[in-house]
């Protein structure tokens, strides 16, 4: 098992900036990665960018790639998405998941955390 626990979301306008939190527990983290995914209303849940818990390497959708960074702190086993120059786009629910791979698909995915809303205004 791996319990999963975001925070962090909020009410932002147009270019500013968030941070969310996903702190991690239970098996070897060593062995996962961390995605972060978000689901606007409507729509289905997609990917945002995930870390190797191992290593650090990290991936990111087009979408967010040079705005978003994902980073990790081993120390308290917690992952970060640090968002910058937000668009109302990026409007939605954001949730971190945990595999053993790096699937790019939600589906794929049975550890989740409860998700923090992010609400970018224009």
């Given at each position: 098992?791996?319990?999963?626990?975001?925070?962090?979301?909020?009410?932002?306008?147009?270019?500013?900036?968030?941070?969310?939190?996903?702190?991690?527990?239970?098996?070897?983290?060593?062995?996962?990665?961390?995605?972060?995914?978000?689901?606007?209303?409507?729509?289905?849940?997609?990917?945002?960018?995930?870390?190797?818990?191992?290593?650090?390497?990290?991936?990111?959708?087009?979408?967010?790639?040079?705005?978003?960074?994902?980073?990790?702190?081993n120390s308290?086993?917690?992952?970060?998405?640090?968002?910058?120059?937000?668009?109302?786009?990026?409007?939605?629910?954001?949730?971190?998941?945990?595999?053993?791979?790096?699937?790019?698909?939600?589906?794929?995915?049975?550890?989740?955390?409860?998700?923090?809303?992010?609400?970018?205004?224009?």
């Amino acid at each position: 098992q791996v319990q999963l626990v975001e925070s962090g979301g909020g009410l932002v306008q147009t270019g500013g900036s968030l941070r969310l939190s996903c702190a991690a527990s239970g098996r070897t983290l060593s062995n996962y990665y961390i995605t972060w995914f978000r689901q606007a209303p409507g729509k289905e849940r997609e990917f945002v960018g995930d870390i190797r818990w191992s290593g650090g390497a990290t991936d990111y959708a087009d979408s967010v790639k040079g705005r978003f960074t994902i980073s990790r702190d081993n120390s308290k086993a917690t992952v970060y998405l640090q968002m910058n120059s937000l668009r109302p786009e990026d409007t939605a629910v954001y949730y971190c998941a945990a595999a053993l791979w790096p699937y790019k698909s939600a589906a794929t995915y049975r550890y989740w955390g409860q998700g923090t809303q992010v609400t970018v205004s224009s």
